[in-house]
């Protein structure tokens, strides 16, 4: 039997904000290394500037970090990143702020992905080599608290919901998927005293995990308060595959 390991260091290079909607990460720290070398790159570059408006996913899923019995690290030179590109249409037109599903329920969905995978030199720090896959198109007639769960990505993929709503993700592809995330409640909280009453509201961090979806399968979940709800499908991050729901 091998004495070597997986030794798992995720790393999380970049976050989405309101002007820039990109999510990187990497599997370890050699990976961060392999998104560096590929966002340098002059043909990288190029791509990334065509994305502007979209969901990007920039993930480094090799290489694997080994680790010996003696707490040795080790790891090839041979880096991939994955570069998703995820967008949504409603009616033919561009979507990407939340909006509630009565505005968008009954008419058409659309949503596309373009992925490129991106191969480099660790030790040289270059790019050599690089893959583009076919885009993918699914269309679908859009529900009320309905998300489709297909082609790796969620659709709509951004949405508001009043509390008390039930949402279905329902699985039209044919791999299994997943909901996984952080519900974040926004909870009031009372103070009393025998001089005056206030209140103020926290967050409670609420772990949502739905297990695997199998395909044609659902899963429901009920929105029971104000707060966040942003989840990805574990199975498929590096192709983007995440959503947010806002409740309020």
Same mark, same amino acid.
């Given at each position: 039997m091998s004495d070597q390991s997986i030794k798992n260091d995720l790393r999380v290079i970049k976050t989405p904000t309101p002007g820039d909607s990109?999510?990187?990460?990497?599997?370890?720290?050699?990976?961060a290394k392999g998104v560096q070398v590929a966002q340098n790159d002059t043909a990288v570059k190029q791509i990334l500037a065509g994305q502007k408006g979209r969901a990007l996913t920039i993930a480094g899923v090799q290489p694997t970090l080994l680790q010996d019995k003696n707490g040795k690290i080790s790891y090839s030179n041979f880096g991939q990143v994955i570069i998703t590109s995820n967008w949504q249409y409603v009616d033919g037109?561009?979507?990407?702020?939340?909006?509630?599903?009565?505005?968008?329920?009954n008419k058409i969905g659309e949503s596309h992905q373009h992925i490129w995978n991106v191969f480099v030199d660790l030790s040289k720090g270059i790019v050599t080599g690089m893959s583009e896959?076919?885009?993918?198109? %699914? @269309?679908e007639t859009l529900k009320p608290n309905f998300v489709f769960s297909g082609m790796n990505i969620f659709m709509p993929d951004v949405v508001k919901v009043r509390p008390g709503s039930v949402l279905t993700w329902f699985n039209n592809s044919n791999l299994p998927h997943n909901v996984v995330g952080?519900?974040?409640k926004y909870v009031s909280s009372n103070n009393n005293n025998n001089m005056s009453s206030s209140s103020s509201s926290r967050t409670i961090p609420i772990s949502v995990d739905s297990g695997f979806i199998q395909p044609n399968e659902s899963w429901r979940?009920?929105?029971?308060?104000?707060?966040?709800?942003?989840?990805?499908?574990?199975?498929?991050?590096?192709?983007? %595959? @995440?959503?947010?729901?806002?409740?309020?």
């Open positions: 990109t999510f990187a990460y990497a599997i370890n720290q050699a990976a037109k561009f979507y990407s702020n939340p909006i509630n599903f009565n505005q968008i329920s896959e076919p885009e993918r198109v %699914m @269309k952080i519900y974040y979940y009920n929105f029971d308060a104000d707060g966040i709800f942003d989840y990805r499908c574990t199975i498929h991050s590096a192709d983007g %595959m @995440k959503g947010t729901v806002i409740v309020s």
